[in-house]
């Protein structure tokens, strides 16, 4: 069955630091890829997406992801954190044999001051 | 537009009482989801629709109904609220076509069941 996995559950960061959080999809076939973002209190809002072309994806706020269809990989990467990416991000796959989304278990950033 | 809107907010339940979750959007969205959001679990789906009159089974049916007489609105039935339903509830939506997987999500109802 189609997976999607995150081993990094929480992290926690200082101000400035760079970001990867990995994200890993267990399916052989054609994959839409996504990370969505969580903020405290709030639902869960698009930060960016994979269909095809370019591997490597600009979304809002300095994020970017990298496609690698080898390593069945979709990190998420920022260069240079803010406290306000304090969040819980989740990393997404929709496949081409299903209607449905399956989410990963999330990973909760802390970013301090 | 107002999305995907969700109501109640918040909502304690005793256990054997039954409620329903209301969720609504004004996007002509085909395709509806309820998904519940357990700490440490992401988010697991409970039912879907891919329009009016359709709805599926997702990954954690039990408990739960569904129904979808119109494209807006597609509530959530809890009809024996037992407390492994504790949880908080999110709905989405998406078109039909565009965007495939994207999906916009309401702001959730934090469901308690004592």
């Known amino acids: 069955a189609q997976s999607v996995s995150q081993h990094n559950h929480h992290v926690i960061l200082s101000e400035a630091a760079s970001l990867e959080l990995g994200c890993n999809y267990s399916?052989?076939?054609?994959?839409?890829l996504f990370w969505y973002v969580q903020y405290p209190g709030q639902h869960l809002q698009l930060l960016l997406k994979?269909?095809?072309?370019?591997?490597l994806v600009k979304g809002i706020k300095g994020f970017e992801a990298e496609f690698i269809k080898s390593k069945f990989s979709f990190n998420l990467r920022k260069p240079s954190v803010q406290w306000s990416d304090t969040a819980e991000y989740f990393c997404a796959a929709h496949t081409d044999n299903t209607d449905k989304l399956i989410f990963g278990t999330g990973t909760r950033l802390q970013v301090f001051p | 537009n107002a999305g995907v809107t969700q109501t109640p907010k918040f909502r304690i339940l005793k256990i054997g009482q039954s409620m329903t979750l209301q969720c609504a959007q004004d996007?002509?969205?085909?395709?509806m989801y309820w998904y519940r959001q357990d700490p440490g679990m992401g988010l697991k789906l409970i039912y879907y629709?891919?329009?009016?009159?359709?709805?599926d089974k997702g990954e954690v049916p039990n408990g739960y109904n569904v129904s979808r007489s119109t494209t807006e609105d597609f509530p959530l039935r809890l009809e024996l609220a037992a407390p492994s339903q504790t949880s908080v509830y999110f709905c989405a939506s998406r078109p039909l076509g565009q965007g495939f997987g994207e999906q916009y999500f309401g702001p959730g109802t934090r469901l308690t069941v004592t």
């Open positions: 399916y052989g076939g054609t994959v839409n």
């Open positions: 994979y269909f095809s072309g370019d591997p």
């Open positions: 996007m002509n969205h085909n395709y």
């Open positions: 629709s891919v329009g009016a009159g359709i709805t």
